[in-house]
C-alpha cells in the first residue's frame, strides 16, 4: 500500500467479463453489485463453461470451512478453479472463498480437506473477541498489486472465527516469485490476503469495505 491516498477511486475499467460462482454459499448479490461498479461485466452462475471462459473468476464463501467444501464439489468448482489456475487464468476467492483454498480446515473439532493450492490450516482465532467482526487495518507488502493506490491505514471488513495463522508455503525457484502475503491482526495476527500468480484471495469482504474494497477490487479486474 502506499500513502499517497486513502480514497478508493471508483474510476471505471476497461470492461471484463466475471463470473460469480454461485456453489450456494456466498454474498454473490453483494459481490455482483460491487463487481458491477467498478466496471466488471458480471453474471452469477455455476454453468461450467461461463465459469472457464470468463476472463476472472470470483468464488465467494460463508458458513462452515466443510459445508462450502461440500457445496464446492457438488458444483464441480473445485475442478473448475483448478482447470483455470493450471492455465494461469485468474481465480479470486473471499472469506471462505480463501480459506479452503488452503489444505485443511478445522472447526468445532471436525477436519475437512480444502483444495490444498497453499499448505497451511485454517483454525479458530485466537482472541478474546470472537468472532472478528468488524473494520480493521492490514500490513500489505511494498509491492503488493492488490493493495496498490490505498494508503497505510486504510480498513477492510472482516466476519470471521477461523483463520489461517501460519504461513509455510517457499519458493526455492527463483524464476518462480513467492507469494505475496499480507497480514492482519485479531488477538493473534492470521493471514488477511494473498497473491500467488493467477490466485488471489482476501479474508475480508472487498464488497463490504466501502472505497477501499472498491480499488482493491478495481486493481484485480485491471489484471485480467
Not at 21 to 49: K, M, P, Q
Not at 133 to 162: C, E, I, K
Request: glycine letters at 10%; a negative charge.
Amino acid at each position: 500500500m502506499t500513502s499517497s491516498t486513502n480514497k478508493a477511486s471508483t474510476k471505471k475499467v476497461s470492461t471484463k467479463k466475471v463470473v460469480v460462482f454461485d456453489y450456494g454459499f456466498g454474498n454473490v448479490r453483494s459481490a455482483e453489485r460491487a463487481l458491477a461498479r467498478v466496471g466488471a461485466d458480471v453474471e452469477i452462475t455455476r454453468d461450467f463453461d461461463k465459469a472457464m471462459n470468463a476472463d476472472g473468476l470470483l468464488v465467494p464463501g460463508v458458513g462452515a470451512f466443510a459445508a462450502c467444501m461440500q457445496g464446492l464439489r457438488a458444483a464441480r468448482g473445485d475442478w473448475v478453479i483448478d482447470r483455470r489456475l493450471s492455465g494461469g487464468r485468474p481465480v479470486m476467492g473471499i472469506c471462505v472463498g480463501m480459506q479452503i483454498l488452503f489444505a485443511r480446515g478445522i472447526e468445532h473439532g471436525v477436519e475437512a480437506e480444502g483444495l490444498d493450492e497453499w499448505p497451511g490450516t485454517v483454525a479458530p482465532l485466537e482472541a478474546e473477541v470472537v468472532p472478528h467482526m468488524g473494520w480493521n487495518t492490514v500490513d500489505a507488502p511494498a509491492d503488493s498489486q492488490l493493495f496498490a493506490g490505498l494508503a497505510q491505514g486504510a480498513r477492510f471488513y472482516f466476519v470471521h472465527s477461523y483463520a489461517v495463522h501460519d504461513w509455510t508455503q517457499e519458493s526455492h525457484n527463483p524464476l518462480i516469485a513467492p507469494p505475496k502475503v499480507t497480514w492482519a491482526t485479531h488477538g493473534k495476527p492470521f493471514v488477511a490476503a494473498v497473491e500467488n500468480g493467477a490466485l488471489w484471495a482476501t479474508q475480508f469482504h472487498p464488497e463490504k469495505s466501502g472505497d477501499a474494497g472498491a480499488q482493491l477490487l478495481t486493481n484485480w479486474i485491471g489484471t485480467l
